[in-house]
Structure formats: structure tokens, C-alpha cells
């Protein structure tokens, strides 16, 4: 999800073509660039044209040739991706359920790249829907303990999984607890008031 999420965001910023797009990630928002490689970016970007979040205009514009040309800078073809209202308004899904759930197991690339584009949300909604990230949290820790009790002699594999898994979860709801406790304490959001 955090591969959409980011090139729908980026494209939101403005549109771009392919190369421009790996630029901008590898520069910019290096923790996810191992994670998106070049041919992943122009397969998401197919995809998402495909079912209509993004529009392909054939262009001319200033680019990089290509290997060892990198550095010869020349007006180029390229298909330029500008995203359409309905990948405006899939983005702002993917972000906002992403921001708000919870998946055991899951990579916390998706939370990560929803921290990028963190802007694009009132103040007030991003710390609604962190509160309710932190509230599914507290209840998948209370879930994982609760299950461990019940089983009367765990072995070691057992309680080294068990272990593993809430000392993530801790370190996701400790983030969580102060990254709440910033936002309601930002003068953006001071006025805002959100259930515990």
C-alpha cells in the first residue's frame, strides 16, 4: 500500500515522469527508497493509471539522457503522470485508513510513507486518526498477552515470538503516545479536542 501511497503523494505535489519520481524518493525520502526500485515505480504507475488515479501525457520537457548520458540534460520525450480526482481521492483513503488501523505483522513502510504526506490532513483529523491507531494498538497488546495466558507452559519459541512482538508493539505505542502528545500540544491543533 505504502508504494501507491507514496507515488500518488508525490504526484499530488506535481506531476512528474517516471525518472523524476525515483529522483525525488531517493533524495528526499531515502527510507523508502530500498523499498522502491525503479521497476516497481513504473509498474505501480501503470497500474494506477490503469485503473484511473493517474492520467499519461506524452511530453517534452528537460531531462537526463539515459546510462552514462545522465548528465546531458536535453528536451526529451516522456510520459509525464498527472494524478485525476479519483487518485486524489483514493490517496486521501489510503492515507487516512492507514493512519487509523492496525494490522499485526504488517511493514511499517505504509505508516511511514503516511508520515510524508502527513500535510495533506488537518491537523485535527491526523491526530483523530493516530488515536485510533494507538487505540487498535493498545488492544492487539492486551489481545497478545491476554492469548499468552492461556497457554500453560509455553516453550522458549513461544516466549521469544511473544517477547518480539510486544516489544514492537511498545516501541509503536510509545511513538504513538508522544507523537499524540505533540499534536495536541501544537499550536495548530491546541483548540482541537479529541477523546483519549
Same mark, same amino acid.
Given at each position: 500500500?505504502?508504494?501507491?501511497?507514496? !507515488?500518488?503523494?508525490?504526484?499530488?505535489?506535481?506531476?512528474?515522469?517516471? /525518472?523524476?519520481?525515483?529522483?525525488?524518493?531517493?533524495? %528526499?525520502?531515502?527510507?523508502?527508497? @530500498? #523499498?522502491?526500485?525503479?521497476?516497481?515505480?513504473?509498474?505501480?504507475?501503470?497500474? !494506477?493509471? %490503469?485503473?484511473?488515479?493517474?492520467?499519461?501525457?506524452?511530453? +517534452?520537457?528537460?531531462?537526463?539522457?539515459?546510462?552514462?548520458?545522465?548528465?546531458?540534460?536535453?528536451?526529451?520525450?516522456?510520459?509525464?503522470?498527472?494524478? +485525476?480526482?479519483?487518485?486524489?481521492?483514493?490517496?486521501?483513503?489510503?492515507?487516512?485508513?492507514? #493512519?487509523?488501523?492496525?494490522?499485526?505483522?504488517?511493514?511499517?513502510? @505504509?505508516?511511514?510513507?503516511?508520515?510524508?504526506? #502527513?500535510? %495533506? #490532513?488537518?491537523?485535527?483529523?491526523?491526530?483523530?486518526?493516530?488515536?485510533?491507531?494507538?487505540?487498535?494498538? +493498545?488492544?492487539?497488546? /492486551?489481545?497478545?498477552?491476554? /492469548?499468552?495466558? +492461556?497457554?500453560? %507452559?509455553?516453550? @522458549?519459541?513461544?516466549?521469544?515470538?511473544?517477547?518480539?512482538?510486544?516489544?514492537?508493539?511498545?516501541?509503536?505505542?510509545?511513538?504513538?503516545?508522544?507523537?499524540?502528545?505533540?499534536?495536541?500540544?501544537?499550536? /495548530?491543533?491546541?483548540?482541537?479536542?479529541?477523546?483519549?
Amino acid at each position: 500500500m505504502y508504494k501507491q501511497l507514496m !507515488l500518488l503523494g508525490l504526484l499530488l505535489e506535481r506531476p512528474m515522469y517516471g /525518472q523524476q519520481i525515483r529522483e525525488v524518493i531517493e533524495n %528526499h525520502h531515502d527510507l523508502l527508497a @530500498d #523499498l522502491i526500485k525503479k521497476p516497481t515505480i513504473y509498474y505501480q504507475l501503470e497500474r !494506477l493509471a %490503469h485503473d484511473g488515479y493517474l492520467e499519461i501525457r506524452r511530453e +517534452t520537457v528537460e531531462a537526463p539522457g539515459p546510462g552514462a548520458a545522465h548528465e546531458d540534460v536535453a528536451l526529451r520525450e516522456r510520459d509525464v503522470y498527472y494524478i +485525476t480526482e479519483a487518485g486524489r481521492r483514493y490517496f486521501h483513503s489510503l492515507l487516512r485508513r492507514t #493512519l487509523s488501523n492496525y494490522t499485526p505483522g504488517l511493514n511499517n513502510a @505504509d505508516v511511514d510513507a503516511c508520515l510524508f504526506f #502527513l500535510h %495533506h #490532513l488537518a491537523p485535527s483529523e491526523a491526530l483523530e486518526l493516530l488515536t485510533e491507531r494507538y487505540a487498535r494498538m +493498545t488492544a492487539a497488546r /492486551q489481545a497478545s498477552v491476554a /492469548q499468552m495466558q +492461556t497457554l500453560s %507452559h509455553p516453550d @522458549d519459541a513461544h516466549l521469544f515470538v511473544q517477547d518480539h512482538k510486544l516489544t514492537l508493539l511498545d516501541a509503536e505505542i510509545s511513538w504513538l503516545e508522544r507523537t499524540i502528545a505533540y499534536l495536541r500540544t501544537s499550536p /495548530q491543533v491546541a483548540s482541537t479536542s479529541v477523546p483519549s
